[in-house]
Every structure is written in C-alpha cells, then in structure tokens.
C-alpha cells in the first residue's frame, strides 16, 4: 500500500500538479478551493483540520491555523482550542508559540486577563 501511495505522489507532483499550474492561475484555483471549503459542514471542516494539522511541517500548521482563528473572530479561543485537540504536546507547544499565544489563551479565548 505504502509503495502505491508513494507511486501516487510521485506522478501527482510531477505530473499533475505542474500540468494544473499550466493551465489555471492563483485566481481560478482560489475560487476552486473557496468553493470546495463553502460546500463543507463545520463539522466536516473541523475533521479535516483534525486529519490533516498533525502532517503538516509548522510553519504551515501555523498559517492554517491563524487564518482559522481569525475566521472565528469572537470564538476564536474556543476554535484554536477544538481545532489542535488532535496534535501532540509538542505539536501543540510549537503551534502557540508561532501563534504567539499563550495556550491558556485558547482555554479562555481574547479579551480575558
């Protein structure tokens, strides 16, 4: 299966993707995907994030993750909260630390002291 999957990836990468590119710009692609994310549930959403926050390097963890707390605006604590519940502790340390938030800040949510 492993050796399937990696097969798939190769031939994504270097097939697929730079043909994508070719032939759809930033803008078409955007509008793909904010149509494919306006089609999802919050629940559907959150189990994506769930699936997905644990694989991916920090840095790219983290900008996910800023622009979903920043949708969430007034629940943005509790979001940050629900949505980092499947990384490990030190997944979750380095993520509030390239937030710059403290973690109880997601217990407690903005505008708490």
């Known amino acids: 299966m492993i050796s399937a999957y990696l097969t798939h990836l190769h031939v994504e990468e270097t097939v697929a993707m730079p043909a994508l590119w070719e032939y ?3 803008e078409e692609l955007g509008a793909v ?3 494919f994310r306006a089609s999802r549930t919050p629940e559907q959403a959150l189990t994506d994030l769930h699936r997905m926050l644990p694989a991916l390097p920090p840095p790219t963890r983290a900008a996910i993750v800023h622009d979903v707390i920043e ?3 007034e629940q943005a604590g509790s979001t940050l909260a629900a949505v980092t519940t499947t990384l490990s502790p030190v997944q979750r340390s380095r993520l509030y630390e390239d937030l710059a938030v403290p973690e109880a800040w997601a217990l ?6």
């Open 71 to 73: 949708a969430a605006a």
């Open 108 to 113: 407690r949510g903005p505008g708490h002291a």
């Open 33 to 35: 995907y904010a149509s």
């Open 24 to 26: 759809a710009g930033e």
